[in-house]
């Protein structure tokens, strides 16, 4: 494991322990492609599972560009 993968692997679990310590049962991550990493914390699984539709920004943006030739 490199320095950096493993300050990135602290920097997730206290992101995770912060979480857990503010009462949420669960959380979800985002890792951003700027390599900044986001993590929500969600107390009902429906959050934790998001639809087609908000799972893929790209799908939605590739969509509305498909007919633009």
């Known amino acids: 494991m490199t320095q950096n993968t493993a300050l990135a692997t602290r920097k ?3 992101l995770f322990q912060a979480v857990r310590d503010a009462g949420f049962p669960r959380a979800r991550m985002i890792a951003h492609v700027d390599g900044s990493t986001e993590i929500i914390g969600e107390s009902e699984r429906e959050e934790a599972m998001p639809s087609a539709e ?3 920004p790209f799908l939605d943006w590739k969509a509305d560009h498909a007919n633009e030739d």
Request: glycine share 0%; charged share 35%.
């Open 12 to 14: 997730v679990r206290r």
């Open 54 to 56: 908000q799972a893929s």
